[in-house]
């Protein structure tokens, strides 16, 4: 079965770092783009950042401004987000999914970390 | 960036009802439009991607269709394990965008 699963999220200060990650398993992890998609606390979804397969690709949202990295660890079948400078606008359920057909749809999701950003 | 104007933002329907939620990019997208449903607490799942293609274990009451940059989500014989919130995704251009969403409630 193919299945991610998110980790690393928690509480963090104001101005705080912290490194998310998504492992990945039942699939060849190498061979598919993997995203970020976050959820804020009643609010609707929005794409944080995909990269493509050996990373030749890599897109983030305007929004980001630059604090946020993503990286994949293909030996690991691992995705990675290290995020910076959090604010409270940050505060959201971070998703990783999965596309794994050419029409880039988002069939594959896991279950979310949480990220608090509050003093 | 492409912008996904989805409506309504929400709808009050009844088992059994047949329900349409719209869609309508800013500028073309072709047929790169995805339709997902999320439940309280739950990740979501995709339902239609290439704006009709029902996606593998979806039920047929689902159905996406297309006309220029509008694209409609039809519920055909709402179930009980509808009620949920719908959202709408562009993958034509980066970044991805999705609609605001639109909440199926019971009547």
């Known amino acids: 079965e193919m299945q991610v699963v998110e980790s690393g999220g928690g509480l963090v200060k104001p101005g705080g770092s912290l490194r998310l990650s998504c492992a990945a398993s039942?699939?060849?992890?190498?061979?598919?783009?993997m995203n970020w998609v976050r959820q804020a606390p009643g609010k609707g979804l929005e794409w944080v950042s995909s990269?493509?397969?050996?990373?030749?690709?890599?897109y983030y949202a305007d929004s980001l401004k630059g604090r946020f990295t993503v990286s994949r660890d293909d030996a690991n079948n691992s995705l990675h987000l290290q995020m910076n400078s959090l604010s409270a606008e940050d505060t959201a359920v971070y998703y990783c999914?999965?596309?794994?057909?050419?029409?880039?749809?988002?069939?594959?999701w896991g279950r979310g970390t949480m990220v608090t950003v509050s003093s | 960036d492409i912008q996904m104007a989805q409506s309504p933002s929400s709808l009050s329907a009844s088992v059994g009802d047949r329900v349409t939620i719209t869609c309508r990019a800013s500028r073309t997208i072709r047929k790169s439009l995805n339709w997902y449903q999320q439940k309280p607490g739950r990740a979501p799942k995709l339902l239609i991607f290439a704006a009709s293609s029902l996606q593998s274990g979806v039920p047929s009451r689902f159905s996406g269709s297309e006309s220029g940059t509008d694209f409609t989500l039809t519920i055909n014989g709402l179930q009980p394990g509808d009620f949920a919130t719908y959202y709408c995704?562009?993958?034509?251009?980066?970044?991805?965008?999705f609609g605001q969403g639109t909440k199926v409630e019971i009547k």
């Open positions: 999914a999965m596309e794994t057909t050419t029409t880039g749809a988002f069939d594959i």
């Open positions: 039942g699939f060849t992890f190498s061979s598919y783009s």
């Open positions: 995704q562009q993958n034509y251009n980066t970044p991805w965008t």
């Open positions: 990269i493509h397969s050996n990373s030749d690709y890599i």
